[in-house]
């Protein structure tokens, strides 16, 4: 947290308020904590979500509907759950990890609760589709970011633990649901679901917010925006345990322009240097060269007696909230947005404000809007490496899902083992999902190793086991194809934030995986109803693991292109700079040459 140190002795009669509030992630302390809670939150969440194809099978069978129909309920779930990310991040900047969780624990409860009374399968759409998908939503992202907010140089283990949870939760309560569907009927299992459901309020109280911290006040005399930019330059930020996000160093002078305005930009995360923003501000300054990224603002009201340097913006605002690996001691990036402005001259401008404006701020606080903006800014659709890898989870999510929903179906339709039998099929993916992101996170941590290709290659893999599970004729067959699906498809949920750095930079991530929650959620809204309409035109399940594992496969192997691709985006920038500097490179006159050779 960077701290503001005094300046020289013939600016102390100034006077100025600042105020910082984010701490340092402990490392540890409450935070394990949090991460047994996250762990916990995954069991339930994720385990209700991987094995509901247990219920589907009731529920297509209590309701009469056809396949493709029933499986809409798991489908509009699972989308939901992805789609309402966005909206989760927001109320999370807002209102905290605490309350979203409990909120989103409630809704998810009050879902499955209303669903054992559901009349029509179209009840369901609503009840467990939007209500639970929505609360499961709620849930899920505040458990990561939480997560994150608490660890920084150990953050790859904690997160680590935490996501396990999501393959622990498939392999026990495949078989708890199982047991509960056939002594208790459909709606009982799904009651109990709920109570399960209502442990994560439980869990969601446990994620204790980091004290505010660190508030200092610095006199300031009163002065013109000048005067208090000259003060700039004493100020010193310094890193503090790996959470300042800048090295002790100065603000440099001339930063502050004539319109009141400073900008402070994004930091690199591995060569962290200050840059001054004189010259997006018109201003001619020696110091414009230096290095830096992005833009987060900061307003400097003129003429007041006191200014205050508060922090604004939730946990979201770290560019790193949704990067699962460790953050180096030694880098740091940019996380936050901050306002300087006067006291007097905030009561002012709040009185101008609109009508229009104020209720908008009521309905939709700052730091929401904030949150929403950061992840849904559509600009990033114009880089064709995220386009390409969009796309790519996109194709995954369409097949993602189907073993989940329909292997229990499909196992007994075969005659290859009972409904016991068939539920096993779930905890032997969630068990080997479970290993699998232990020794992939393991692996993509080592500078040997290429972390595109080991993604790519586990989703080839994955596809193409899919597609050849349809001469999976017999139980252990078909256990062998649970194991090798629960496997690679651990990569593709494991390594995606961190594919993302490798290829956006940490500063695009939070972006990146706003709109990458987007593709996600509409393909998992389609792929499991398609399944079920090839079934029920063909009668047999094998035309929709073929499209699935072909969906997979080509996600992959798409992949495997990206390197080309960044070598012909690199060359054509390039050229392009190249003919940029000679356009505007001073033309020389030329004076003509004799017809003798001589000049």
Same mark, same amino acid.
């Given at each position: ?27 540890? +302390? ?19 979500? /991987? ?135 459909? &709606?009982? !299992? ?51 345990? +790996? ?34 923003? !004189? ?5 001619? #300054?020696? #110091?414009?060269?230096?290095?830096? &990224? ?18 604004? +913006? ?20 940019? =996380? ?69 929903? /329909? ?13 016991? &039998? ?9 068990? !080997? ?21 080991? /993604? ?21 067959? =078909? ?9 690679? !498809?651990?990569? /593709? ?83 392009? &700079? ?22």
């Amino acid at each position: 947290m960077p701290d503001l140190q005094k300046r020289p002795k013939d600016d102390e009669g100034d006077n100025e308020e600042v105020e910082l509030c984010m701490p340092d992630p402990p490392d540890g +302390g409450w935070g394990w904590v949090v991460v047994f809670c996250s762990f916990m939150i995954h069991v339930i969440a994720d385990g209700i979500t /991987y094995t509901f194809g247990i219920f589907y099978v009731e529920l297509w069978r209590y309701f009469g509907e056809s396949k493709g129909t029933t499986s809409w309920v798991a489908s509009i779930m699972v989308g939901t759950t992805f789609c309402v990310g966005p909206f989760a991040s927001g109320l999370t900047n807002q209102y905290g990890c605490r309350t979203v969780t409990i909120i989103g624990s409630l809704l998810a409860a009050f879902g499955l609760i209303i669903s054992t009374m559901a009349p029509s399968i179209t009840f369901l759409y609503f009840s467990i589709g939007l209500c639970t998908g929505t609360g499961f939503g709620l849930m899920y992202l505040p458990a990561i970011v939480c997560v994150t907010c608490y660890f920084e140089r150990r953050r790859a283990f904690a997160t680590g633990i935490a996501v396990c949870g999501s393959g622990i939760g498939t392999s026990v309560l495949a078989p708890l649901i199982e047991w509960m569907v056939r002594e208790l009927g459909w &709606q009982g !299992a799904m009651l109990v679901t709920a109570g399960l459901v209502l442990n994560c309020c439980v869990f969601g109280a446990l994620f204790r917010p980091l004290e505010k911290v660190r508030k200092r006040v610095v006199k300031a005399k009163r002065g013109s925006v000048a005067s208090v930019a000259n003060h700039t330059s004493h100020y010193h930020a310094e890193r503090c345990n +790996g959470n300042g996000y800048l090295r002790k160093g100065s603000l440099p002078n001339g930063t502050i322009g004539t319109n009141g305005e400073i900008c402070l930009m994004p930091l690199k995360l591995q060569n962290l240097r200050l840059q001054n923003s !004189a010259s997006l501000l018109g201003i001619d #300054h020696k #110091h414009s060269s230096h290095d830096i &990224q992005g833009a987060a603002s900061m307003t400097l009201s003129t003429c007041s007696r006191r200014s205050s340097l508060r922090m604004r +913006g939730g946990s979201m605002s770290r560019k790193d909230i949704f990067y699962s690996g460790n953050i180096p001691q030694d880098s740091a990036v940019e =996380m936050y947005t901050f306002e300087l402005e006067g006291a007097e001259d905030n009561k002012k401008d709040a009185n101008k404000k609109s009508t229009k404006e104020r209720i908008l701020g009521y309905l939709c606080p700052p730091d929401i809007r904030q949150a929403f903006k950061e992840m849904m800014n559509f600009e990033l659709m114009a880089d064709v490496i995220f386009l390409m890898f969009g796309f790519s989870n996109f194709f995954t999510n369409i097949g993602f899902n189907v073993p989940y929903v /329909y292997t229990k179906d499909r196992a007994v339709g075969l005659d290859i083992s009972d409904e016991t &039998q068939a539920s096993n099929l779930l905890s032997i993916i969630g068990i !080997a999902n479970t290993i699998a992101r232990v020794l992939l996170g393991y692996l993509s941590d080592r500078k040997c190793v290429n972390r595109l290709w080991l /993604y790519n290659g586990s989703l080839t893999l994955c596809g193409f086991a899919t597609i050849f599970s349809s001469f999976c004729n017999s139980y252990f067959l =078909m256990a062998a194809y649970a194991a090798v699906f629960g496997a690679t !498809a651990g990569a /593709y949920v494991s390594l995606t934030s961190v594919i993302l750095v490798d290829l956006l930079g940490l500063e695009k991530l939070t972006n990146a995986f706003g709109l990458l929650l987007l593709f996600e959620g509409v393909a998992c809204l389609i792929g499991p109803p398609i399944t079920g309409w090839l079934h029920d035109y063909t009668g047999s399940y094998d035309p929709g693991f073929y499209t699935s594992g072909l969906m997979i496969a080509i996600s992959g192997l798409m992949l495997f292109f990206i390197p080309c691709v960044q070598s012909c985006v690199k060359k054509r920038e390039v050229k392009h &700079q190249s003919t940029v500097e000679i356009t505007l490179s001073p033309t020389k006159s030329l004076s003509p040459v004799p017809s003798n050779g001589q000049v």
